[in-house]
Structure formats: C-alpha cells, structure tokens
C-alpha cells in the first residue's frame, strides 16, 4: 500500500534558522531517506520551495481564477512529501515518527494512504 508523508513546518520558524544549519536539517532528511529509497520503499519524495513562490487556481463563476498563494492561513505549511510503498499503515506512521525532521522541532509529519485506482484500459 501507498502512502504519502506530508511534511509541515511553521515558515516563520524555518526563515529564522542561519543557512547552515537548514542545510544541515535537509541533509539528516536525505540521510534517513537513502535506505529506505534502496529498500524500494521511497518512491518519490521532495522538498518544496515557501508558500510564496505558490499559486492556487480556483473556478469562479465557471471561469478559472488564479491568486498568489494558498488560500487558507495555517499555522504550518507544506514543505514537502515522501510517497511511501509499505505494507500497513503502522510501518508508515513508524518511518513518520523516526524522521529527523521531527526531532529537530518546528515540524509536524501527516501520513495519509493513497487510493489505489483500478488500472486504465488503454485502447
């Protein structure tokens, strides 16, 4: 089964931080993925760039409307993802809670399963 790691940090906290020490932070995140990627059991997973370089596409009045951003105010924002293939939730939220992310603050880690879709019949 599929997961994805949703990964939020408080944008204010993370700005605050020298340069080295952010570097340092996504370097324990890179380290604690690689055996995991050659386990087969990271698929995919990246950083994302602030919530300002953001844009949020909406329909209003049946036309599409684009505004800079997103839209809701929250305390944390996304910051990145990992898509995990394990075989029970418990093994996801047990990667989750071994992240280094978590023990150097400022972030939180939501795991949330992914649909599995039936295959597409290509005609």
Do not use: C
Not at 33 to 52: F, H, K, Q, Y
Not at 60 to 65: A, C, D, F, T, Y
Not at 100 to 108: I, K, T
């Amino acid at each position: 089964m599929r997961y994805m790691l949703l990964m939020y940090r408080d944008e204010r906290w993370w700005d605050a931080k020298p340069e080295a020490e952010r570097t340092a932070i996504r370097q324990l995140a890179i380290d604690a993925s690689e055996p995991l990627r050659s386990r087969g059991i990271v698929l995919a997973g990246d950083p994302l760039l602030p919530t300002a370089t953001a844009a949020t596409v909406r329909m209003r009045n049946g036309k599409p409307v684009t505004t800079d951003g997103p839209f809701a105010e929250t305390k944390e924002q996304l910051g990145g993802y990992s898509i995990l293939e394990v075989k029970s939730l418990d093994e996801a939220l047990a990667i989750a809670a071994d992240y280094p992310l978590l023990r150097v603050g400022g972030h939180s880690i939501e795991v949330r399963p992914i649909r599995e879709l039936p295959p597409r019949k290509i005609e």
